[in-house]
């Protein structure tokens, strides 16, 4: 959980390449935002992670700066957080990934971050899994049909929103198959305070496609809203009540 780590018992360096791992790609000014440093610290801590090759640079296509943990980096924080799986970098799905943290940054900076959890692409894949596997479904049965949200938030009561970020390159087979795998998780899941799916895209025209695409799947069980970029933070807040597609 990406927001743990300003306050958390660790050291700085510890800090850093956590909030980088969980974030998979980050900006410097997120990072600030995220870790709460100055820009002199922070800075600093790049650069350690630089000298000891740890780091990736690349730029977003506004030309800024984006940061991501090289091989090294991301094998320091899979021992950090106890993870014993496959080293992978960002590299492939920087814009992808830019995308979904900015839901979370939008949020924080227009309403803080008290009381406020966030779960990475992997544990809110966890969290389903073991809200199905609660309910008796077996494990063969749960990776046959597992789903991976972006991204999940918890927020102070407002409950459980899991998140996607559709930046416009699924197709309509693509997007109805994960609709369909959605369905699956949630029934199982049988849990009413993780019922939410919010779809941010890039664009009002996407979103109300992919509001007509859930439209045509006749299913009215779980909740799937869709917003262009920007407009979700103020539904996450509870402030607006319905979509904007």
């Not at 049965?141 to 899991?162: F, N």
Request: proline share 2%; glycine share 6%; aromatic share 8%.
């Amino acid at each position: 959980m990406i927001l743990n780590w300003a306050n958390g018992e660790y050291t700085d360096m510890e800090k850093i390449v956590g909030s980088i791992h969980d974030a998979g790609c980050i900006r410097r000014s997120d990072l600030m935002e995220i870790l709460q440093w100055k820009r002199s610290k922070t800075d600093a801590h790049l650069l350690k992670l630089r000298q000891r090759e740890m780091l990736i640079t690349r730029r977003d296509h506004h030309s800024e700066t984006v940061y991501m943990l090289a091989e090294n980096g991301v094998r320091f924080a899979h021992q950090l957080i106890g993870f014993d799986g496959k080293v992978v970098t960002m590299e492939a799905q920087i814009s992808h990934q830019l995308g979904v943290n900015d839901i979370l940054m939008r949020y924080i900076r227009a309403h803080g971050r008290e009381g406020v959890r966030s779960f990475s692409t992997r544990e809110a894949s966890d969290e389903l899994f073991n809200l199905r596997k609660k309910q008796g479904n077996n494990d063969a049965e749960i990776r046959r049909t597992y789903i991976r949200p972006d991204a999940a938030m918890w927020v102070p009561g407002k409950g459980m929103y899991l998140l996607e970020f559709d930046n416009s390159t699924e197709s309509s087979r693509q997007i109805r198959k994960k609709y369909s795998l959605y369905i699956t998780n949630l029934f199982e899941a049988k849990d009413p305070r993780v019922n939410r799916v919010v779809w941010v895209a890039p664009t009002v025209e996407r979103a109300q496609w992919l509001q007509q695409r859930w439209m045509e799947m006749n299913e009215r069980s779980i909740e799937m809203l869709f917003f262009s970029a920007g407009e979700e933070t103020s539904y996450l807040a509870g402030i607006k009540e319905q979509q904007t597609v």
